[in-house]
């Protein structure tokens, strides 16, 4: 029996050095096309990916050529065309990458939408920013017309943004989990998910302004699947304490409890790790395995044989 393997990729594994041309982002799919099936002789593989970088170039694009006639798509809807764009990457990339081996490759991307639900304390408290930077005054013209909040960003100016909330079910898993019985690669929960919520009257789901962190999701899509493993895939092989200082040290093997230790002494930062070993961690509780390494040791880790291995 093949071990069943979430995948969390990283938005900026997809854009390296600033690199926002489709051909150069395609190119570097077809590294992660090539990983991929290098495992899928020995794993049930499905794919959660990052988008921030993709998601706000399309809302740049957006914004910038929104007119009466053709106003800007909501931030739900951008997401929607994220996952359609980083799918078709992922999707070509993994096709090439079996034709090399004279093999043909079974894969779908599906467009998903995961549900937040509304009273998540994040709504209260915007923290992501999203899109494009604007001066203070334009910044505040917009969040007027647009009921948007906005907020100063490190210096480089005013950018809107947007609630966090964590996902709590994802519509199509039933739908995603056949799929990988199938054999299928599935890419899924792209972007972290297009946020949606159920309403109180009938249940009907509705599309809501907001970006869900892709690891949790990922996390979540780990547990819907029955994965054995999760791997949050990033631009470091390991996790470190005191990273890039001189007392910099690589955890290896490490609890679920010591993670929780080492979070309450504020090792890990919250734009950055924190929701890496957040995730990884919360899937190994169950008595699986939670890795974070790069693409490059991925193969090993999944052997234990590098990364960070939470169990």
């Known amino acids: 029996m093949k071990k ?18 489709a051909e150069a982002q395609k190119k570097i799919a077809l590294e992660v096309g090539e990983a991929i099936a ?18 706000g170039n399309i809302l740049i694009h957006e914004e910038s050529a929104s007119t009466t006639q053709a106003p800007a798509m909501p931030l739900e809807t951008a997401v929607a065309m994220s ?12 096709n090439n990458a079996f034709a090399k081996k004279g093999k043909t490759a079974k894969v779908a991307t599906v467009i998903s939408q995961v549900v937040v639900d509304p ?20 910044a505040k013209t917009l969040a007027r017309k647009n009921k948007w909040t906005v907020k100063e960003d490190a210096g480089r100016g ?15 898993k039933r739908t995603i989990l056949e799929l990988v019985k199938n054999g299928v690669i599935v890419i899924a929960a792209g972007g972290g998910g297009i946020p949606v ?25 780990a547990e819907e699947v029955k994965a054995d493993i999760f791997v949050s895939v990033t631009a470091v092989p390991n996790v ?8 910099e040290q690589a955890i290896t093997t490490i609890s679920p409890s010591e993670i929780a230790r080492l979070k309450k002494y504020g090792y890990f930062k919250a734009g ?27 193969k090993e880790a999944l052997k234990g044989k590098a990364g960070t291995i939470i169990k």
């Open 119 to 138: 009273r998540d304390p994040a709504f209260k408290n915007p923290t992501k920013p999203i899109g494009q930077f604007y001066s203070e005054k334009e």
């Open 272 to 298: 950055s790790m924190l929701p890496k070993v957040e995730a990884a961690a919360k899937f190994a509780k169950n008595g699986r395995a939670g890795i974070i390494t790069d693409i490059d040791h991925l």
């Open 38 to 55: 290098d495992l899928a002789n020995k794993y049930e593989i499905v794919i959660a990916h990052g988008n921030g970088p993709q998601v």
């Open 83 to 94: 996952q359609g764009q980083i799918g078709y990457w992922l999707t070509q990339a993994i």
């Open 240 to 247: 470190y304490i005191n990273y890039k200082l001189p007392s």
């Open 158 to 172: 005013w950018r809107r943004v947007v609630a966090s909330p964590k996902p709590i079910d994802i519509v199509e």
């Open 197 to 221: 919520i159920r309403t109180k009257i009938l249940k009907r789901l509705k599309g809501i302004d907001a970006v869900i962190d892709k690891d949790y999701a990922a996390e979540k899509l």
């Open 4 to 21: 069943r393997v979430v995948l969390a990729l990283g938005g900026n594994a997809l854009q390296k050095n600033g690199e926002a041309t």
